[in-house]
C-alpha cells in the first residue's frame, strides 16, 4: 500500500516477524513511563510505549514501587515486540540489606557496612530466579564477591 511508511513497507515486503534488536533497560517498578530512559529506547525502535509501559507496570505491581528493575526486551520487524523482567541488581539488595546509600569509594579496601550470611542467602534465593543454571552456592558466593566489591564486610 502507498500510504505505509519506508519502515513499515520494509517489515512488509519481509513477510513473517523477524527479530530487530534487543534493548536493555533499568526502569523503576510500577513507574513505567513515555518518559527517558524508556521512551527514547523504544521510540528509536518505533515500538508503542504505551503498550510496554502498561504491560511492565502491570508485571511488576508485586514489586516494591521504585525497586530497580532490569527489562531484557526484544523488538520485531513489525513494531511488537516482547520483554522479559529480571531480578533487581545484586548490589541494590546487598546495598538494601545492609542499610548503606553508597558502595565504598574503594573497592575491597575500604568498608561502609556489614552484611551477614543469611541476607547473603536470601539475595542469592532471589537471583538464583535468573541463573537458573547455577547451583545456589555458586549464586552465594557471586553475591558475597559483590559484597566484597561494594565495601561490604560479610559477618556470621
Not at 525502535?45 to 502491570?58: E, H, I, Q, S, V
Not at 541494590?92 to 565504598?104: N, P
Request: hydrophobic share 40%.
Amino acid at each position: 500500500a502507498d500510504w505505509m511508511s519506508k519502515k513499515g513497507a520494509a517489515a512488509a515486503a519481509l513477510g513473517p516477524k523477524v527479530y530487530v534488536g534487543l534493548v536493555r533497560l533499568l526502569v523503576p517498578a510500577g513507574k513505567a513511563a513515555p518518559a527517558p530512559p524508556v521512551g527514547p529506547a523504544l521510540g528509536q525502535r518505533g515500538l508503542n510505549l504505551m503498550d510496554f509501559c502498561k504491560a511492565f507496570n502491570d508485571q511488576t505491581k508485586d514489586f516494591i514501587e521504585g525497586t530497580p528493575i532490569p527489562v531484557k526486551m526484544m523488538a520485531y520487524s513489525d513494531r511488537t515486540f516482547t520483554f522479559e523482567v529480571k531480578t533487581p541488581q545484586t548490589s541494590w539488595f546487598l546495598k538494601r540489606a545492609a542499610g548503606v546509600a553508597k558502595g565504598s569509594a574503594t573497592p575491597g579496601k575500604g568498608h561502609v557496612g556489614e552484611i551477614s550470611l543469611k541476607h547473603i542467602y536470601e539475595i542469592a534465593k532471589v537471583k538464583q530466579q535468573d541463573l537458573t543454571h547455577v547451583s545456589l552456592e555458586k549464586v552465594c558466593e557471586q553475591v558475597v564477591a559483590q559484597a566484597k566489591n561494594i565495601g561490604l564486610k560479610v559477618v556470621r
